[in-house]
């Protein structure tokens, strides 16, 4: 079975990666030259625990290979992945450009039967449009068909939840078509979903719009549990013990980012708009979000009110840790308003600031240590949970802040306890705000 997978981002490549190391005969495709000859020198364009070692295995061993030549690879390949972007319109609406280009191509290069994937997520009903635009677009006399197969991976274990996914999802409408899924997943041992493409494509936003949901909502009871004295962590401990609950995806923080959620919820309420019905629950949960993003900024600016001049530590950038993804990071609005008012920044995250730097390079100071960053600072905010600033020494915040140091932080990196005992200006999410006895 000859595999063809479109797009070499987050998806595509984890995808062909996972894929050949079940032992399928997959070629990525991309029209970035650059980046096709870099991953043939085994080199990633992402940041992605074991994919590199992935590429770099089963490119050797023949099963992986790369490629721009889509004509060539599509002309005789049993199956074509689609992990192209769907990014967001202005109107929240997903922008399938890249999918219709890729169909295009499908259609104009296809000399042999085949089935056509879409891994990518789209809204209900485009695997529909899909399918007729490959059959009014096909040059050769040949069958095509579309199936769904939404991804659930997540960013920074990519590849262990592709080859441990929680389950596969097969949105089919033909018994061939599920055949053939079911033969690239043989090897895989977890519960399949077998359903139509509809319902395949709602299964992936609904999913992820409930999650988006879970956050919004603890992010909500949390600025209450400040309000009417109560701790948010004591207050999800004691909902966790409830099965139906649960203890994943209720921890409090400054809102979601990523190329996922804010995207997905936006795309499902426009969605239902779009079919004359109103997703409160996912209306509230995109504007609770917009809202938790400022929390910190507010909070600095209520205590200080101008920030003018000020010392600033940002610790973190990307939206979370173990990538370098800045995707609707709530890092890159926060520095846009402390620079708007003035401040004086300096940044450590290894690992986002590349990436950070196509944003804002000269404005800001990049620092190779937590230390260097939070020299002489007045403020320190705390974007992205990273071992390195979980496990960071507390001393040093006294040693080597300002003495009035204010600690902003937006991912409840440590315990209120450490904190009152170090004597620390200290503010978290949900929780007591420790301030310093002077
Ligand atoms: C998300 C989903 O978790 C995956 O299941 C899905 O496949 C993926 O989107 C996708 O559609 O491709 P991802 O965006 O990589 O994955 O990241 P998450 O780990 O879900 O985190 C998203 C955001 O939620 C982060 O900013 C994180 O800090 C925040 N978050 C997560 C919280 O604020 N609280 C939590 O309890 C959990």
Redesign the pocket.
Known sequence: MKIVIAGTG??GLVTGACLSEVGHNVTCIDVDYEKIEKLKLGISPIYEPNLEELIVKNYKEGKLNFSTDYETEYKDCDIVFIGVGTPERSDGSANLDYIFKVLNQIARSVEKDCLVVMKS?VPVGTNDRAELYLKEHLKNNVKVEVASN?????????VL?TLNASRIVIGVESEEAKNKLLEVYERFKQPLVITNRRSAEMI?YA??DF??L??SF??EIANLCEKVGANIEDVTKGMSYDTRIGN??????????????PK?TKALHWLSNDNEYELKTIKATIEVNENQKYKLFRKAKELYGELKGKNVAILGLT??PG?D?LR???SIPNVRRLLEEGAIIKAYDSVGEENFKKIYKEEITYCNSIENAIHKAELVFIF??WKEVKEFELDKYKVMCNEDVVILDG?NCYRIDDMKNRNLNYYSIGREFIKRNK
Do not use: H, W
Request: proline share 4%.
């Open positions: 987050y998806v997520t939404p991804e659930f991976l997540a960013q920074g274990t990519a939840d992936k999913s992820n999650l988006a879970k956050i603890i992010n994943k995806f209720l921890n409090a923080g400054i809102g979601y980012g990523g190329s996922c959620f997905d939206f979370k990538t993804d609707e990071a709530p992205t949970e991912r």
